[in-house]
């Protein structure tokens, strides 16, 4: 798989197909989709969380750091999984309008 490099500036939305919720049932934030749901650990959740359009890469690096302050490879970590969701379909860059 090749990986993509995603900008600091970009912006990042759930792919229209896709939908974030909390699943009672689980008991975990899930990404429904047409054909089936994909359940999500909680830090995926909360990275997912903040892919909604209108924050950039930076910002949301950013709002990850405040929240969990002593995350080790945390900017490495997120930006990796940002590149697997991407590839997979799960979010995209946002449209430019």
């Known amino acids: 798989m090749n990986r993509v490099a995603l900008g600091l500036d970009g912006v990042l939305e759930t792919t229209p197909r896709f939908r974030l919720q909390w699943e009672e049932m689980q008991q975990s934030y899930v990404l429904l989709y047409p054909e089936g749901m994909v359940k999500l650990s909680l830090s ?4 997912l969380k ?48």
């Not at 995926?44 to 990275?47: D, R, S, T």
């Not at 909604?52 to 930006?79: I, W």
């Open 44 to 47: 995926a959740a909360e990275v």
């Open 50 to 97: 903040r892919c909604d359009g209108k924050h950039t890469v930076a910002e949301l690096l950013n709002s990850l750091k405040a929240q969990f302050p002593r995350g080790e490879g945390l900017e490495q970590d997120v930006r990796a999984f940002l590149e697997v969701a991407y590839e997979l379909g799960w979010i995209r860059n946002r449209p430019q309008n």
